[in-house]
């Protein structure tokens, strides 16, 4: 800890999906400081193609109640794709267990299709989050290296969240509804919805931040190359 921020070690390791909330904004120097650092978060080319809104008070509460009247109308208006049901092997295996782990926190049975819905809704009521940051960008291209950049600068802003002891909760399923965002925002369709942002002070008592999920090792995804002692089960093959 060093002033009122934990260091990098203590803010990467705290950092983790919020999804429930105190209603209590946060002070305007607060959020002020987070975009500061944020801002610094490296981009291709040095573009910052990021263009952020934050959504506060009676404009949450109005994108909030129209993402809930989008999703009960189906009407998904998606800048980019996500179909959950292309990940495959591992993937599907480490997906299926945050759901598991999350709808056993919550008391979910897997059959119970209206609760786990109920619960997901949560997601666009911000999880009673009383701000949003909205991610956009100009699609350069496929927009994969923008979609980079705003990642970069996503992590850079939760690791601040975390430092400062707040909570955010990074959320594709917002960007599902672009359409019905820029509406609300006003903002031109040349710019597109990366995710959204939820964030504020932890409800630390609720059973939805009561569960933290682990990681593999570096050994299982990082393969060296004449790296020799990164890791003792994987020794370079120096032929030297
Ligand atoms: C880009 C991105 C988008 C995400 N979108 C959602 C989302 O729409 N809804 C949600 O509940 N969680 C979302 N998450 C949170 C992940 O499920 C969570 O980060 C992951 O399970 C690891 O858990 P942890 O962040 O608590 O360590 C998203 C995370 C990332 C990085």
């Known amino acids: 800890m060093s ?11 705290a950092r983790h999906a919020v999804r429930a909330f105190l209603p209590d904004p ?17 981009s291709n080319c040095n573009t910052q193609p990021w263009q ?7 404009q949450r509460d109005l994108l909030s109640k129209e993402l809930l009247r989008a999703e009960a109308a189906g009407e ?6 996500f179909d959950q049901n292309e990940y495959f092997g591992p993937y599907a295996q480490r997906s299926g267990h945050q759901a598991k782990t999350r709808n056993d926190a919550l008391g ?3 059959s119970d299709r209206e609760a786990r819905r109920v619960a997901d809704r949560r997601n666009f009521a911000f999880f009673g989050a009383p701000h949003v940051a909205m991610l956009f960008a100009p699609a350069f291209g496929d927009g994969v290296r923008v979609g980079g950049d705003i990642g970069i600068y996503a992590q850079t802003f939760l690791l601040s969240l975390a430092a400062r002891g707040l909570g955010g909760i990074p959320q594709t399923v917002l960007g599902l509804y672009a359409d019905t965002v820029r509406d609300v ?6 710019l597109k919805l990366f995710f959204g942002i939820s964030f504020g002070h932890e409800d630390h008592a ?3 931040n009561s569960y933290r999920l682990d990681r593999v090792p570096p050994q299982e995804n990082v393969i060296t190359h004449d790296t020799p002692g990164l890791f003792d089960n994987h020794p370079s093959p120096n032929p030297a």
């Open 26 to 42: 946060l002070p305007a120097a607060q959020i002020r400081g987070v975009l500061e650092d944020a801002r610094m978060a490296p």
């Open 185 to 190: 925002l006003d903002v031109p369709d040349d």
């Open 206 to 208: 609720s059973p939805d």
């Open 76 to 81: 998904v208006s998606g800048d980019f794709t």
């Open 52 to 58: 952020i809104h934050i959504v506060s008070g009676r």
């Open 108 to 110: 979910i049975a897997r």
């Open 3 to 13: 002033g009122d921020t934990l260091s990098f070690a203590e803010a990467v390791r």
